[in-house]
C-alpha cells in the first residue's frame, strides 16, 4: 500500500496510564484515544506550553474507554478533558507517551 500525504493526520492509539497504586508499584490501565498529529511547525509552538493544555489540543475524543467511578463513559468535551489532564501526573504521563508514539511510529518499550 502506498504512503499517502495528508493534510491532517488523526489517528486512534491505545494510551497506557500506570496508575500508581498502594505498596509502590503501579498498575497498567487501558484505554484508546484519539489524537491528531501536529505538523512540526505547530508542535514547536505547543512544546513550550502546559501539558494540560497541549494535550486538550491533540486529544480529539477520549473514547470509549475513559470512565467515571459508576462506570459510565466520560464525554469527550473541553471540560472533560481538561478534568482529565489535571487529575494525576500519570494520567498526563500516559497521553504524552502515546501522542508521541503516534507522532512518530516508535512505539516505547515498557
Known amino acids: 500500500m502506498?504512503?499517502?500525504?495528508?493534510?491532517?493526520?488523526?489517528i486512534w492509539w491505545p494510551v497506557t496510564i500506570h496508575e500508581s497504586v498502594d505498596g509502590?508499584?503501579?498498575?497498567?490501565?487501558e484505554c484508546s484515544s484519539l489524537f491528531e498529529i501536529l505538523e512540526?511547525?505547530?508542535?514547536?509552538t505547543w512544546k513550550t506550553k502546559p501539558d494540560v493544555d497541549f494535550l486538550c489540543r491533540v486529544v480529539k475524543d477520549?473514547?470509549?474507554d475513559v470512565k467515571f467511578e459508576d462506570g459510565?463513559?466520560?464525554?469527550?468535551?473541553?471540560?472533560n478533558k481538561q478534568r482529565l489532564f489535571k487529575?494525576?501526573?500519570?494520567v498526563r504521563a500516559g497521553y504524552i507517551r502515546a501522542y508521541h508514539e503516534?507522532?512518530?511510529?516508535?512505539?516505547e518499550k515498557n
Request: aromatic share 10%; net charge negative; glycine share 10%.
Open 87 to 90: 487529575s494525576f501526573g500519570y
Open 102 to 107: 503516534a507522532a512518530t511510529g516508535h512505539l
Open 24 to 29: 509502590g508499584t503501579t498498575e497498567p490501565r
Open 62 to 64: 477520549l473514547g470509549r
Open 40 to 44: 512540526p511547525e505547530e508542535y514547536d
Open 2 to 10: 502506498p504512503f499517502v500525504l495528508k493534510a491532517k493526520k488523526e
Open 72 to 79: 459510565s463513559i466520560v464525554p469527550s468535551s473541553e471540560e
